[in-house]
């Protein structure tokens, strides 16, 4: 099982604030049977992407010298949020998941003006990245608001949900209506903490057998291997 939204590296975010919160989440995950843990800590352009990188990777190189139990492979990634100007990045690719071509984008809360389309088409037809929209389910207040999304899912981009979303009433009856338009791709717990923001990914899972059927968790796992082998995904 893969953990495709996590903020598990310390003192980058506002994640794990120390290495004790993040031996703490990587357990609970490999209690969960989660094999990997793909770590997105926020990006946004007010840092140069090299010093991101330095300090992402930093992190996580102490975690690994550091940590002395088992706990999930940890695959280095950013959760990016979209700006203007981001398609010419000369090293976007670093910001990809792992060594693929994917990448998290976070969308902002307000309106969507057209550049932000702009973008995801630049960075599809012009970086040959391939965008992931973290929780997009969050940006509907209430169910009904799926409609809002129209004009993204038409765009070649694929769609991470957060596992805590699956476990409240709203939000699951937003991620139903994502799911009835086949436009749930990928989990993630969106971990920060292990107290107030922890991993529910095996209560989520549950939800997903119980609401979709084996098949539809079936499928979400396997577009996650498929991303991390940098294969293309078909909805």
Request: charged share 25%.
């Given at each position: 099982?893969?953990?495709?939204?996590?903020?598990?590296?310390?003192?980058?975010?506002?994640?794990?604030?120390?290495?004790?919160?993040?031996?703490q989440?990587?357990?609970?995950?490999?209690?969960?049977?989660?094999?990997?843990?793909?770590?997105?800590?926020?990006?946004?352009?007010?840092?140069?992407?090299?010093?991101?990188?330095?300090?992402?990777d930093?992190?996580?190189?102490?975690?690994?010298?550091?940590?002395?139990?088992?706990?999930?492979?940890?695959?280095?990634?950013?959760?990016?949020?979209?700006?203007?100007?981001?398609?010419?990045?000369p090293?976007?690719?670093r910001?990809?998941?792992?060594?693929?071509?994917?990448?998290?984008?976070?969308?902002?809360?307000?309106?969507?003006?057209?550049?932000?389309?702009?973008?995801?088409?630049?960075?599809?037809?012009?970086?040959?990245?391939?965008p992931?929209?973290?929780?997009?389910?969050?940006?509907?207040?209430?169910?009904?608001?799926?409609?809002?999304?129209?004009?993204?899912?038409?765009?070649?981009?694929?769609?991470?949900?957060?596992?805590?979303?699956?476990?409240?009433?709203?939000?699951?009856?937003?991620?139903?209506?994502l799911?009835?338009?086949?436009?749930?791709?990928?989990?993630?717990?969106?971990?920060?903490?292990?107290?107030?923001?922890?991993?529910?990914?095996?209560?989520?899972?549950?939800?997903?057998?119980?609401?979709?059927?084996?098949?539809?968790?079936?499928?979400?796992?396997?577009?996650?291997?498929?991303?991390l082998?940098?294969?293309?995904?078909t909805?």
């Open positions: 099982m893969i953990d495709f939204h996590t903020h598990v590296l310390p003192g980058i975010d506002d994640g794990a604030a120390n290495f004790e919160e993040t031996k989440l990587l357990l609970s995950q490999k209690n969960q049977n989660i094999e990997i843990v793909v770590a997105t800590p926020h990006y946004n352009h007010e840092c140069p992407i090299e010093k991101f990188v330095d300090h992402r930093s992190s996580l190189s102490y975690v690994r010298k550091k940590i002395d139990v088992d706990i999930p492979e940890i695959v280095p990634a950013a959760e990016v949020a979209l700006y203007t100007g981001l398609s010419e990045e090293d976007l690719k910001l990809c998941i792992g060594e693929t071509d994917y990448i998290l984008i976070e969308m902002p809360y307000f309106y969507w003006n057209s550049w932000y389309y702009d973008e995801l088409y630049r960075l599809v037809n012009n970086r040959g990245v391939h992931i929209i973290a929780h997009l389910e969050r940006y509907a207040s209430m169910p009904g608001q799926v409609s809002r999304f129209n004009k993204l899912l038409e765009q070649d981009v694929l769609v991470q949900i957060n596992a805590s979303s699956l476990l409240k009433f709203f939000p699951r009856q937003v991620v139903k209506e799911w009835s338009k086949n436009a749930v791709s990928v989990l993630g717990s969106d971990c920060h903490d292990p107290k107030s923001r922890p991993c529910t990914i095996s209560a989520a899972c549950r939800v997903i057998l119980r609401k979709f059927g084996a098949d539809g968790l079936e499928k979400m796992m396997s577009n996650a291997e498929a991303i082998e940098n294969k293309i995904v909805l």
